[in-house]
């Protein structure tokens, strides 16, 4: 059976770099794709618009899918309102409009009109390492999985994301019968792996493409590159 740190690098063997965390408003620029995604890793600290819209993505893509998120951050950026400043200065009924295609909308931007001059203020320390997961869990809105992937995404923080693609990813190599709970499941990855925040970055995002290519709600066994030594495909 390989290892956590194995299955990363089978995982990026089959897919190859994933750039994420994709930033609407960089589309097309030096350094990143048609969507936003990165084209090799950042070498230099994220700016405060980054951490920002990355943030900002963090608390849309609550009970939704990235495709709407786009959509929502798309009509902040048309809007000229993807900035700490211009959520504070516009009604909720604009900011309502402006990210429904993420959902909830109506909960969502009261939610950030909430968060974002914690998270954003003079100090603009909630993204930056100042503040920690514990911080972050104090906020209301904010979960484990919003949680980790502020600290992961915008403040380079070493916070492993136990997402449903992971847990699901997880439960099936260990031919466990249930998806484990959120916390054990990033323990367990952070207890396999050397505590690097760009290590921990990809392995994420390559977890959550394999689980579309593959490990879905409905697996596709066939040509999944985890086949040889996942418990649930050997007993499929």
Known sequence: MPTV???????????????????VSKRDSPGFDSRGYRLSPALHPLNRAERFEITLGAVLTQNTSWKNVEMALEN???AKALSP?????????????????????????RR??????LLFGESDSGTDGSHGRNFLLSL???GPETADSILLYAGNEASFIADLYTRRFHARLAGEQKIGEYERVKSIFEKA???KADLYAEYHALIVKHGKEHCSAR???????CSSFCLSSQGA
């Open 5 to 23: 740190f194995d299955v990363y690098k089978i995982l990026s063997a089959a897919y190859g770099y994933q750039g994420w965390w994709p930033l």
């Open 76 to 78: 902040l950026l048309n």
């Open 85 to 109: 400043e211009s959520i504070a200065e516009i009604s909720v009924a604009e900011l309502e409009t402006l990210i429904r295609p993420s959902g909830y909308y109506r909960q969502k931007a």
């Open 112 to 117: 950030l009109k909430e968060l974002i001059p």
């Open 140 to 142: 209301k809105g904010i």
């Open 193 to 195: 792996l050397p505590k």
């Open 219 to 225: 697996p596709v066994c066939r040509g999944c590159p």
